[in-house]
């Protein structure tokens, strides 16, 4: 829409209205005039089109022939991929239609690697009801397949059981998976039915077969701790390994498989703790006999710093590796760096030193290498590195303005991983000594818009209590006027670090190609790392009093707005806000407490009361501070419009959240708009609903922050 200021008198014969910015003079008529919206030009092209990109996930290698698989998912339809040497070209083994919301996860190979292993489907909420956006009369359910990967087999996939949390017998005739909390098996032969393993008490999870596939190891919990199991099958025998009062968890087998090296992390009993945690009781590595049960400690985390266990992105949080070394995530001097520890005991080995956070790993085939990407000399970005599990100066694999994640070693010493830059969408691709390839060059379609993506700018403002925040800036191309609306995004998680470029992220990929398609149309967007993200280290990530405990990121928020404002560019009177989970959360604190800065909002399945999403009771000493950071406390200095879009079968984030925030802003007399997806959980499974929320999302700021009037 345009809107025009007649500056100069004219008549109205030979009308010429054409594309411009705010502030810009416009012939009209015998006139001139002065566009007052810098929406006039509509973008050049559509949501469908920027989001129209296949996204790869669950990247794998084969165990033998060089092969690697992964999951890709184009415009909702959700398929398996493979691709072997010499040629790497990529071809389905799979072959689903529909935009269902029925995902694919947990991939893996049998050992021989001739068929992949699969869970389709997600698992029941509390309710025991399986996700069904699609609202298929049938329902839906978990259901775990197999389907062989040779062209000349060319089968279907067979269903092998119900089920979740699977692992593949090295033997290659059967795989264990887990069903209501307990442990099954289900044989590849479809001769006998799925059975029960074992029966035993506690929550079963993450089975995993030692490497000659006659035992199980597993982690029971039961509530306020678990347990390492152990389940002979030949003997049908069950064992629980050094039990204790802790959490135990993260079994890993030694090549032997005399022995499983597992995680104590100390509990606190069923309290929850909530906010930064940046020292606690030191967790520990632990390493016990799996005939007799009896452990050892073989390393203690230090107090302070590193004292609370920090992930990493892998298969499992402890890689026993060749030599008998246990590569181990710890940020012990503030960064999330590997280490590698004898499995005997004795001083860990830094494999990565310096100021960045490692994200992703792998072991090579061999297990003498250790694959992973990190941030390191690129804070916004991800390249990938390998090391010598033993220790030695990390080599780098891939260098420039790229990111690059899932790591996966063929078994022909090929590198397969996961890339993205600012322009080129995520896609899957192979290192074949320098020559990167890449396997799938139909996952970008012919109609999306590649040569109209915006490079975004790194840039750092400081909050209002010195904290340095860093953000990615689009600009809009091509822009000719002298100040345009603006949006601020953020994240979710929190613990999430927008990049610059696609993120790995299926969510934030998205969020990405809003923010581009904005850009486009004529917004600055600003894309915020907020405190309690990560990237930045571990005190940055830990960051005092944040969320529930005393809402400190809202002065990131204000610092955003305060950035925005202050840029030439920027028409200070039409900012806008969007973000979903956590970052729904501050969009929605911005709303409330800077209605002056921020006009309108879209806020996707926010957090609005900390006390009702976290259960707190009365008497938690946490339950006044709780409300008190949440939107709903500053309700009544919220006046700006705001577009509220939920799924109803949230498991992460309470629909009544967005219930009780329209019912109160209503009585209120703010404007609320809703759009709400019946059965659809947080985080999307039916492609035509994000581009529906994103429609939706771009209608209301082109309504709200057209003009300033």
């Known amino acids: 829409m345009i809107f025009l200021r007649k500056s100069v008198l004219g008549g109205t014969r030979g009308l010429c209205i054409r594309a411009a910015y705010s502030g810009e003079m416009v012939r009209f008529g015998g006139g001139f005039f002065v566009v007052c919206c810098a929406l006039a030009a509509p973008a050049p092209f559509t949501i469908d089109q920027v989001l129209g990109s296949a996204f790869p996930t669950h990247l794998t290698a084969a165990p033998q022939g060089g092969r690697v698989a992964w999951v890709s998912t184009a415009r909702g339809v959700v398929n398996i991929l493979v691709a072997e040497p010499p040629g790497y070209q990529s071809r389905r083994v799979t072959n689903y239609a529909e935009d269902d919301g029925q995902d694919i996860t947990e991939l893996r190979w049998t050992p021989d690697g001739a068929a992949l292993v699969y869970v389709r489907g997600l698992g029941p909420n509390a309710s025991g009801e399986s996700p069904n956006p699609a609202l298929d009369p049938h329902g839906a359910e978990q259901t775990i397949w197999v389907v062989p990967v040779d062209a000349?087999?060319?089968?279907?996939?067979?269903?092998?059981?119900e089920?979740?949390?699977?692992?593949?017998?090295p033997k290659g005739d059967r795989v264990a998976f887990i069903r209501k909390g307990q442990i099954w098996w289900a044989p590849f032969d479809g001769k006998h039915p799925p059975e029960q393993a074992f029966v035993t008490r506690g929550t079963l999870d993450r089975p995993v077969w030692s490497q000659g596939g006659d035992r199980l190891a597993f982690v029971s919990d039961r509530g306020d701790h678990s347990f390492i199991g152990v389940y002979d099958a030949a003997k049908k025998r069950l064992l629980y390994l050094d039990p204790a009062t802790s959490f135990d968890s993260e079994p890993a087998w030694s090549a032997d498989g005399r022995s499983v090296a597992f995680l104590r992390q100390p509990s606190h009993g069923k309290g929850r703790i909530y906010g930064a945690r940046r020292a606690d009781l030191p967790w520990s590595i632990r390493v016990a006999d799996a005939a007799t049960g009896h452990g050892r400690e073989i390393w203690k985390a230090a107090d302070g710093p590193g004292s609370v266990f920090r992930q990493m992105a892998a298969e499992s949080q402890l890689l026993w590796a060749a030599g008998d070394r246990i590569?181990?995530?710890?940020?012990?001097d503030g960064w999330t760096h590997l280490y590698s520890v004898p499995a005997t005991g004795g001083n860990p080995a830094l494999l990565t030193p310096g100021e960045f956070e490692v994200e992703e790993v792998a072991l090579a085939p061999a297990g003498r290498e250790v694959l992973f990407?990190?941030?390191?000399?690129d804070i916004d970005r991800r390249h990938l590195w390998k090391v010598a599990a033993g220790g030695g100066a990390p080599t780098r694999l891939t260098t420039g303005d790229g990111i690059e994640w899932s790591p996966a070693a063929a078994s022909d010493g090929a590198v397969a991983f996961l890339r993205?830059?600012?322009w080129y969408p995520a896609r899957a691709s192979i290192l074949l000594g320098k020559e990167i390839r890449d396997l799938d060059p139909g996952a970008i379609p012919p109609d999306f818009p590649l040569q109209r993506m915006v490079t975004p700018q790194a840039v750092t403002f400081a909050a209002s209590d010195g904290l340095m925040i860093h953000g990615q800036l689009f600009l809009p191309p091509n822009r000719a006027g002298a100040r345009a609306p603006a949006v601020v995004f953020f994240h979710?998680?929190?613990?999430?670090?927008?990049?610059?470029?696609?993120?790995?992220?299926?969510?934030?990929h998205n969020a990405y190609a809003l923010n581009q398609y904005l850009a486009n149309k004529g917004y600055v967007v600003l894309s915020v790392n907020f405190r309690s993200g990560i990237g930045y280290g571990l005190n940055f990530r830990e960051a005092l009093k944040y969320g529930a405990t005393g809402a400190s990121d809202f002065n990131d928020v204000e610092a955003a707005g305060r950035y925005l404002q202050q840029r030439p560019d920027v028409d200070a009177a039409r900012i806008g806000v969007w973000g979903g989970s956590y970052g729904g959360y501050l969009a929605a604190m911005a709303l409330a407490r800077s209605s002056g800065v921020f006009r309108a909002g879209v806020d996707l399945h926010g957090v609005h009361d900390w006390v009702v999403e976290y259960d707190l009771p009365a008497t938690d000493p946490l339950t006044q501070t709780a409300f008190t950071s949440s939107p709903l406390n500053f309700l009544d200095g919220w006046r700006s419009p705001v577009l509220l879009i939920h799924g109803d079968d949230d498991r992460n984030v309470k629909f009544s959240q967005t219930v009780v925030l329209a019912d109160a802003l209503r009585q209120r007399k703010v404007t609320v708009e809703e759009l709400i997806f019946p059965d659809e959980i947080h985080e999307f499974l039916l492609y035509r609903h994000w581009r529906e929320a994103y429609e939706a999302a771009d209608r209301f700021f082109e309504k709200y922050l057209a003009d300033t009037n």
């Open 163 to 169: 089920g979740s949390s699977i692992a593949v017998s």
């Open 373 to 377: 990407n990190s941030n390191q000399d």
């Open 327 to 332: 590569v181990f995530p710890w940020e012990g």
């Open 152 to 161: 000349a087999a060319a089968r279907a996939p067979r269903k092998l059981a």
């Open 420 to 422: 993205s830059d600012a």
């Open 492 to 508: 979710g998680g929190p613990r999430r670090q927008m990049l610059l470029g696609w993120n790995y992220r299926s969510y934030y």
